[in-house]
């Protein structure tokens, strides 16, 4: 007894109880919002068409976001991960941006190129797309402030996949992009699938550059801020513990099936 | 078939200087030397993985050295890592086949996989694979990618030495079928059991393209006279002395006499151990050479001892222990080194 207390690393326990902090500090408030929810007014929350909306806006912006952006994302990061050019340290720079400005900030620069005034806003309402106050503005409000997750984890997969197996595909008849989609892409799919998952999850809980960007329709977070603001604390608790539970239980299939990959 | 031209190249701290040679259809062309001499970067280049600084290769009469990879239509194979972990053995073989747009995959597969021994473990993933399993498999696919010129990058170094008999007989085989290969290696005993061609590679430059015999029986570096047991082995200029028999070779300074009817020039000289002698004072005899110098090592032979004495230059003399009892012989000690003209084996 008394040797295997001896065994015990002084600096292990520390660390130990100083991690535990931390892990209290991100579950106790989540834990707290549950307990200090009846199961009631959850399912009145549910029973909410408003609440329901929101949480489908959120949801399907959000995906709708991760998959459009991932067009370009992946190829991006394709050649971060393979190709040497010049200020390239600038462009991973550049992607890293949205991680550091305020959001409220993104979303007022993202405003600035969705308005009716603006190139893109003028050329998007020629093909009957609005932006402002519209899910098509969520979707690039966040997009905007997600896409560095999704751009760094694949770059960072792509990077671990052996240069030498797509050389070798080469030597054996292989196009560019056939290995691309043969070698290069099934290889890194598990940080492509943790990147996807990250910007997805991102985009989801954004609320300072969407506000700005749509105020309307309300996206679960929007709702969240606006049931706070005008009811209290008491009327937020329950839209907010459904929205946090539908995402956790997203978040929890999507790890599953990237783990079983 | 295949023709290197002064190919020049540096990726990192590896660089090649000014190779050439040439290969024929059918020929088994080894690439002998010690890691780190650019053996790699030589096959990469001719697969176009890596791109000359200067030079030009041809392939099949038509100049390659800016051809994209996927059209030469040469296959590399490297010691390990180099099937697609994520497919299966079937997968990996039929991959050069789908690229061909081959419309019997399945037969193609098969035939491939006969010709290497690779048909019991189609459906296994490479992760699975034993060391010669997984050699057959790349080879397999080199076949079905229908390339009639392999590159092959150490193929046997992580063979237990029953794979690697097993593998030698398959690219000898491979080989008579028609198959031009041009294999590198550190390894003597597989370059002699396998080339047509031998060439010997030191700092980035083939020092010695020849038969096999003809490179083991007159090395042009050190690493082959090593090989060989030729422990003195020098490479410098030979110069006629006037009115005498005998030659003066040059090396570091030093000069020895030679008794040769080899041309002037640059030569290569070597003198068996056991042909030195080991004294106090200068010999008073029929050696030509005498040379003073520091003992730096004293090591047991397989029989006698072996003095490394250094003259400006290291020499291995062999002794036998009562010599080295009676002379004192101690790591530091000055003594001197004799051997006759005669001992000295010259070669152009």
């Known amino acids: 007894m008394i040797s295997s207390f001896k065994n015990i690393s002084w600096m292990r326990l520390t660390f130990t109880f100083l991690g535990g902090i931390v892990l209290l500090f991100i579950l106790a408030p989540i834990a707290g919002m549950y307990f200090n929810t009846s199961i009631g007014s959850i399912t009145n929350a549910v029973a909410d068409e408003e609440v329901r909306d929101s949480v489908w806006l959120s949801l399907w912006t959000s995906m709708a976001g991760t ?50 005034d603006s190139w893109l806003g003028q050329s998007a309402e020629l093909f009957g ?31 671990a996949v052996p240069e030498r197996l797509e050389k070798v595909a080469l030597t054996l008849g292989a196009s560019p992009i056939r290995v691309f989609f043969t070698i290069s892409l099934p290889l890194a799919w598990r940080s492509v699938l943790s990147g996807f998952i990250l910007m997805w999850a991102r985009g989801l809980s954004e609320f300072g550059a969407v506000i700005i960007v749509a105020y309307n329709p309300k996206t679960a977070p929007v709702l969240i801020f606006e049931r706070f603001t005008s009811y209290g604390l008491k009327y937020s608790v329950p839209v ?16 599953l099936i990237k783990k079983k990959s | 078939m295949l023709k290197l031209e002064n190919i ?7 660089e090649l200087n000014n190779i050439s040679f040439e290969v024929e259809r059918g020929d088994y062309f080894v690439i002998l030397g010690l890691s780190g001499v650019g053996k790699s970067l030589l096959l990469e ?27 030469r239509k040469v296959s590399i ?57 997984y050699q057959r498999v790349s080879l397999a696919r080199s076949l079905a990618a229908d390339n009639d010129i392999f590159l092959l990058d150490e193929p046997l170094a992580s063979l237990d030495s029953k794979s690697k008999s097993e593998m030698r007989m398959l690219l000898r085989q491979l080989n008579r079928n028609g198959i031009t290969i041009i294999h590198v290696t550190h390894d003597y005993e597989e370059a002699i059991s396998l080339a047509s061609k031998i060439g010997v590679m030191e700092n980035g430059t083939l020092v010695h393209v020849a038969a096999p015999e003809e490179v083991f029986r007159h090395p042009k570096s050190e690493f082959i006279a090593h090989f060989i047991g030729a422990k003195n082995f020098f490479r410098g200029n030979l110069k006629t002395i006037p009115q005498s028999d005998l030659k003066e070779f040059s090396v570091n300074g030093i000069s020895m006499f030679c008794l040769t009817d080899v041309e002037d020039g640059e030569v290569f000289l070597t003198i068996q151990p056991e042909e030195i002698s080991i004294s106090a004072e200068a010999e008073k005899g029929s050696s030509r050479n005498h040379f003073k110098g520091k003992i730096i090592d004293i090591a047991p032979a397989k029989v006698g001892f072996e003095v490394i004495v250094n003259i400006g230059t290291e020499l291995i003399a062999l002794i036998s222990g009562d010599s080295k009892k009676e002379l004192k012989l101690e790591i530091g000690k000055e003594v001197w080194v004799n051997f006759k003209a005669s001992s000295c084996k010259v070669y152009n």
Request: proline share 5%; with cysteine; glycine share 8%.
């Open chain 2, 77 to 133: 194979v490297y010691q390990d890592a180099d099937l697609f972990p994520h497919l299966t053995v079937f997968e990996n073989i039929a991959y050069p086949l789908k690229s061909d747009g081959e419309k019997d995959i399945k037969a193609k597969v098969l035939a491939c996989a006969g010709k290497v021994g690779a048909t019991e473990f189609l459906y296994r993933k490479p992760e699975t694979l034993s060391g010669g399993e």
């Open chain 1, 240 to 255: 907010a513990a459904l929205f946090v539970a539908v995402c956790l239980a997203i978040f929890i299939m999507l790890r």
């Open chain 1, 67 to 116: 998959i459009l952006f991932s067009f370009f994302a992946i190829p991006l990061a394709y050649l971060l991960a393979r190709k040497n050019f010049p200020m390239k340290s600038l462009v991973n720079g550049i992607i890293d941006l949205p991680i550091i400005i305020p959001h409220s900030a993104a979303g007022i620069a993202v405003l600035g190129i969705l308005t009716r």
């Open chain 1, 129 to 159: 797309v609005k932006f402002i106050g519209n899910p098509a503005g969520i979707i690039m409000a966040m997009a905007f402030v997600s896409i560095p997750f999704l751009i760094n984890a694949a770059r960072d997969g792509f990077a």
């Open chain 2, 8 to 14: 020049s190249l540096r990726v990192g701290e590896f």
């Open chain 2, 45 to 71: 280049s001719i697969a176009g993985l890596i791109r000359p600084s200067s030079g030009k290769i041809f392939l099949r009469d038509e100049d390659i050295t800016w051809k994209k990879i996927q059209e």
